[in-house]
């Protein structure tokens, strides 16, 4: 069973940036791809942004291309997702999520994923 813990998250202002983390245990990273995914009060699960198990692909959703940035570090078993130009509507709580070689892309075209975290919340204040 693959655990995920995320870390990072916090209260900012419009504009700021902030750096989450995803710590893997009990499976490499190098088998797995890893999400990003969030969800607001009273909204439904968004998918984020996602890096291939190898490292070499991603994808991202709409909302935050070209502000955010997925990456994973494989000797640490770690991931990250960069935050930049945060907006209020950004405010959500943050889950990473995996999957074993599984394609980025259909990760973020289904929304779903087989392992999760148990979020980290971030608001982003006008």
């Known amino acids: 069973q693959v655990q995920l813990v995320e870390s990072g998250g916090g209260l900012v202002q419009a504009g700021d940036s902030l750096r989450l983390s995803c710590a893997v245990s009990r499976r490499a990273i190098s088998e797995l791809t890893i999400g990003w995914f969030r969800q607001a009060p009273g909204k439904e699960r968004e998918f984020v942004a996602a890096?291939?198990?190898?490292?070499?692909?991603?994808y991202y959703g709409d909302s935050v291309k070209g502000r955010f940035t997925i990456s994973k570090d494989i000797a640490a078993n770690m991931g990250y997702l960069q935050m930049n130009s945060l907006k209020p509507e950004d405010t959500a709580k943050y889950y990473c999520?995996?999957?074993?070689?599984?394609?980025?892309?259909?990760?973020?075209?289904?929304?779903?994923?087989?392992?999760w975290g148990q979020g980290t919340q971030v608001t982003v204040s006008s």
């Open positions: 999520a995996a999957d074993r070689f599984r394609s980025d892309e259909t990760m973020g075209v289904q929304n779903t994923a087989r392992y």
């Open positions: 890096i291939s198990w190898s490292g070499d692909t991603t």
